[in-house]
């Protein structure tokens, strides 16, 4: 069984900063794209950032140059920086991960349960 966790939402101040993690475990042989959505009250639910296996990141127009997304292959852990909140960034974030794990031998797409992110003054 692989298990998506996030941690490290809170409240923040307007400006402020926050470092999600997301750290994936069980029986898994690899992992390829991992990365973060957020939905927000009322919203559906939207891609904030995607990084490759290879490091490589994309990210949603809202998040460019605020947002950092980052992992560490040896921890099955990945990372969002976020930089310059706005109250719009509001949202609970949920982890993303493609998943092989030993007992499918197939990717599969798995999903944290959120963290909950609130900017406000």
């Known amino acids: 069984q692989v298990q998506l966790v996030e941690s490290g939402g809170g409240l923040v101040q307007p400006g402020g900063s926050l470092r999600l993690s997301c750290a994936a475990s069980?029986?898994?042989?690899?992992?390829?794209?991992m990365g973060w959505y957020r939905q927000a009250p009322g919203k559906e639910r939207e891609l904030v950032a995607m990084?490759?296996?290879?490091?490589?990141?994309n990210y949603a127009d809202s998040a460019k140059g605020r947002f950092t997304i980052s992992r560490d292959g040896a921890k099955n852990t990945v990372y969002l920086q976020m930089n310059s909140l706005k109250a719009e960034d509001t949202a609970v974030y949920l982890c993303?991960?493609?998943?092989?794990?030993?007992?499918?031998?197939?990717?599969?797409?798995?999903w944290g349960k959120g963290t909950l992110v609130t900017v406000s003054s």
């Open positions: 069980g029986s898994i042989f690899n992992i390829g794209n």
């Open positions: 993303y991960g493609w998943v092989v794990a030993f007992s499918t031998w197939r990717g599969v797409d798995y």
């Open positions: 990084i490759t296996s290879d490091g490589i990141a």
